[in-house]
């Protein structure tokens, strides 16, 4: 008796071990499952409308991207706000009452400082973007990430197609507290809606700061990442993961960075890699031959002649 109780306590705890290892295995599986090549909006259609607005995903959409990049910073009172910039950036963006603002107004217009409600009083639609000439002008605000989410959705169902949600967090080792929250406070925040929205095998996210990716990495091991290098860049590949301290699914670096030889060493890596912003058709076909598994750009449109 005492031989089989010793027995089945053993088994107990090797079957209880095994599960727990199946449960981790099944927690660290990756949900997303990428396109073979990944054509994507930047903050949805920058080139032909207001950027980071509901209308400019939905004008990707219609160009029959996969898809569609966002930039998500956080207002005062711990709102998930889609904007590339943590102020009101001055040309684009208009006050409540109509007025254009100068570069220093704008600026001291941090979002992280201001409520949501006040932020969506702004305008960043109607005053022609001087570097994108052929942006369509028209009323829009800067969205919250959950308003985007449901609004793009629920045109996707009534087009019948699909996109995956690339979500860049907007992150800085000296922002931290004062420009935008800690960053373990800003992953978890944007984590939340990705969950509420249930977005967890439809996005990944990325960013510039290794810090954000290493806490995604930790805390939400089934969510696919990609880490962004920017065209200074002097770090070797190797050196950079070796930072970073884990292979992540996706590299997007500058297509100013882009060679054969760093397409092949990504791919020997596992790594996809989808260069930004590559903003001319005779570039994107350039990065198409070097192999590249995706291109991010403004303009979405110019797919269609690849």
């Known amino acids: 008796m005492k031989y089989f109780f010793s027995s089945f306590l053993a088994l107990t705890i090797i079957l209880a071990a095994c599960n727990g290892s199946k449960q981790m295995q099944q927690s660290t599986t990756k949900q997303l499952q990428l396109p073979a090549f990944n054509k994507e909006g930047h903050r949805g259609t920058r080139g032909l ?30 709102q998930v706000v889609i904007s590339h910039d943590i102020y009101f950036h001055a040309d684009f963006s208009t006050t409540p009452e109509g007025k254009t603002m100068t570069k220093k107004d704008a600026e001291s217009r941090l979002l992280y400082k201001m409520d949501y409600d006040s932020i969506r009083k702004y305008d960043v639609g109607l005053k022609q973007h001087p570097g994108f000439p052929q942006q369509q002008n028209l009323a829009a605000h800067k969205p919250l990430l959950s308003e985007l989410i449901d609004a793009t959705d629920a045109y996707l169902i009534n087009k019948g197609k699909k996109v995956i949600y690339n979500i860049e967090l907007k992150a800085n080792a000296d922002w931290d507290g004062t420009k935008q929250p800690p960053v373990e406070e800003l992953v978890d925040l944007t984590m939340k809606v990705v969950k509420e929205k249930k977005l967890e095998s439809r996005c990944y996210l990325q960013s510039f700061d290794f810090r954000a990716m290493q806490v995604i990495h930790k805390k939400y091991p089934h969510i696919t990442t990609a ?20 292979t992540p699914e996706m590299y997007s670096p500058s297509y100013t960075l882009v060679t054969k030889e760093l397409v092949d060493e990504c791919h020997q890596k596992g790594m996809k890699i989808i260069p930004w912003t590559v903003n001319t058709v005779d570039e994107m076909k350039k990065m198409k031959a ?17």
């Not at 880490?227 to 070796?242: A, C, M, N, P, Y």
């Not at 070097?290 to 690849?306: A, E, K």
């Open 227 to 246: 880490i962004l290098i920017g065209g200074g860049e002097k770090r070797t590949l190797s050196q950079q993961l070796e930072t970073l301290g884990y």
């Open 49 to 78: 409308m207001p950027e980071n607005t509901i209308p400019a995903m939905l004008k990707a959409i219609d160009f029959d991207v996969n898809t569609i990049e966002v930039d998500v910073v956080i207002s005062k009172d711990k």
């Open 290 to 306: 070097l192999g590249v598994d995706g291109i991010i750009t403004d303009y979405p449109n110019y797919f269609s002649q690849l």
